[in-house]
């Protein structure tokens, strides 16, 4: 696993350009969306957003920024499964996925301290999903998997309980974004 090969499995599934009417999002390409190719400073028409372009943003803002990388060398599978959810919910959400299972998992802390919630991976956070790795071997990253998986699942049903205009979505999320 690499990110490389993270990037370009994203945008396989994204592909090119999207302007869907329900996606709040609004123009796509690579799975960028407009906003966020005009915050990079991209201001041409969306049909035309450079391939490279979006490989940086995607390498940037959805794997270092949030600080992906350092679940990697611990957790591969894990830190896949959050770059693929920062991707679709924001990287913000894909780091509280991880907070809040690992806060579940340790055994009201006898295992390892709380986290606290915040916007990246910290040193608080790499410590405990180290230690709960240690604790619980091989078996545990699935178990996390499961974990991280359930609150994505409980969000997308949400989105679409909340914006009725998000059922146009909601079975390709399901589909195509867990498991």
Do not use: C
Request: glycine fraction near 10%.
């Amino acid at each position: 696993m690499d990110v490389d090969s993270l990037i370009e499995e994203v945008i396989g599934r994204e592909g090119g350009y999207s302007n869907h009417p329900a996606d709040k999002g609004g123009p796509t390409r690579w799975g960028i969306t407009q906003n966020t190719a005009r915050a990079h400073g991209f201001g041409g028409d969306m049909r035309h957003f450079p391939r490279a372009e979006a490989v940086a943003i995607y390498r940037r803002i959805y794997w270092l920024r949030p600080g992906f990388e350092r679940v990697a060398s611990h957790a591969p599978r894990v830190a896949a499964e959050l770059f693929d959810t920062g991707v679709n919910m924001g990287p913000a959400i894909a780091v509280s996925f991880l907070q809040r299972a690992l806060n579940a998992l340790n055994r009201g802390a006898s295992d390892f301290a709380d986290v606290a919630a915040g916007t990246a991976i910290d040193a608080a956070t790499e410590k405990a999903l180290v230690a709960f790795m240690a604790r619980r071997g091989p078996s545990g990253e699935s178990v996390l998997m499961k974990a991280i998986e359930a609150l994505q699942g409980e969000r997308y049903l949400r989105l679409a309980e909340q914006r009725p205009a998000n059922e146009a979505f909601l079975y390709g999320w399901l589909a195509n974004r867990i498991g």
